[in-house]
């Protein structure tokens, strides 16, 4: 890994050299735009709206357009006077429980590596932190532009993760928050039942990107000069007519494919035919949920503060 950044943590009178990397990397199969007929790449120039001539990299500069219409031009200069004093710095601000930090707020993640003379500070701070079970909130500006971030321990290492300052969330306004949805007792238990089947632990190395390698196995047939057969679409299902009948055969799918067989039968009932012990247990549920929907309180969304 290549650093992309050098600064320091400042932690009350205490500094401690860093270097920054990119914690992450799109593994994405990437293409370039080219002519249909032949092959060849295509180029864009950058060419001038005023005079139409084409401009050199040199003389690009960073507009502002106004509502006007009109053109403020910044140049680099403007930039550099910019007053960001943590230009070279991650400045510790607070330290926080992670839970009330909202996962939205995080942008990109980033390691941070001790020069030689920053290991023993880098270390005590990391130490201190994970033992607190919290994540320290910064300040940092990267690439002209600053951001609130955290740091937090992974692997022994710090992660530095930007954030989105709070004007940047957007706020979701949907009819739906407005509405009296009524949701049944039985309804509810049944998603929570769902919920249990299908609950374990995550482990990411269980899920990999289908698309990118289906997309892989067509270029390398194509290289091969091979027919390239396309995959089978699945067929997408509609919404569900009925819920109840719907959450109840996902529940016993879920069991199925977690290795639980076939889901347990109801016994007959002694002395009855197996018809009328059915219609009797069909009967007995009815009943009982006809009960619950009496006694079950409506459920309504509420449109979050």
């Known amino acids: ?21 990119s914690a992450t990397e799109q593994k ?21 709206t005023q005079d139409g001539e084409e401009v050199p990299y040199a003389d690009i500069a960073k507009g ?10 910044l140049t680099d200069e403007d930039f550099e006077d910019l007053p960001l004093s943590t230009s070279r710095r991650i400045d510790v601000l607070q330290f926080t429980p992670a839970e009330q930090i909202d996962p939205i707020y995080f942008a990109k993640s980033y390691y941070l590596e001790p020069d030689a003379q920053g290991a023993k500070p880098y270390v005590l701070l990391r130490n201190a932190l994970e033992s607190s079970g919290q994540v320290a909130v910064v300040k940092v500006a990267l690439r002209q532009r600053e951001s609130l971030a955290t740091l937090r321990v992974r692997d022994g290492v710090f992660v530095l993760e930007t954030m989105l300052w709070p004007d940047e969330i957007r706020t979701p306004d949907f009819a739906f928050l407005e509405e009296d949805i009524e949701v049944r007792a039985q309804e509810l ?14 482990d990411p190395a269980e899920y990999h990107d289908t698309y990118r390698e289906a ?15 396309p995959a089978r679409e699945e067929e997408e299902a509609g919404p569900a007519v009925d819920l109840m009948a719907a959450l109840r055969a996902s529940v016993e799918a879920a069991k ?4 639980g067989g076939e889901p347990a039968r109801p016994k007959k009932a002694a002395g009855k035919p197996a018809k009328d012990a059915k219609e009797s247990k069909d009967s007995k549920e009815s009943k009982e949920s006809k009960d619950e929907e009496k006694a079950a309180p409506k459920r309504k969304t509420r449109k979050s503060a």
């Open 215 to 229: 997309l892989q196995q067509v270029i390398e047939a194509k290289v091969a000069g091979k027919e390239v057969i």
């Open 189 to 202: 238990k049944m998603a929570e039942s769902l919920i249990t089947t299908m609950e374990s632990d995550f």
């Open 256 to 259: 199925r494919e977690r290795g």
């Open 28 to 48: 994405d199969v990437s293409f370039h735009q080219v002519h249909r007929a032949d092959g060849g790449r295509i180029r864009y120039k950058r060419v001038c």
């Open 64 to 73: 502002y357009e106004l509502a006007s219409g009109e053109m403020v031009v």
């Open 1 to 21: 890994m290549r650093s992309i950044w050098k600064g320091a943590i400042s932690f009350g009178l205490v500094t401690i050299p860093v270097k920054l990397y």
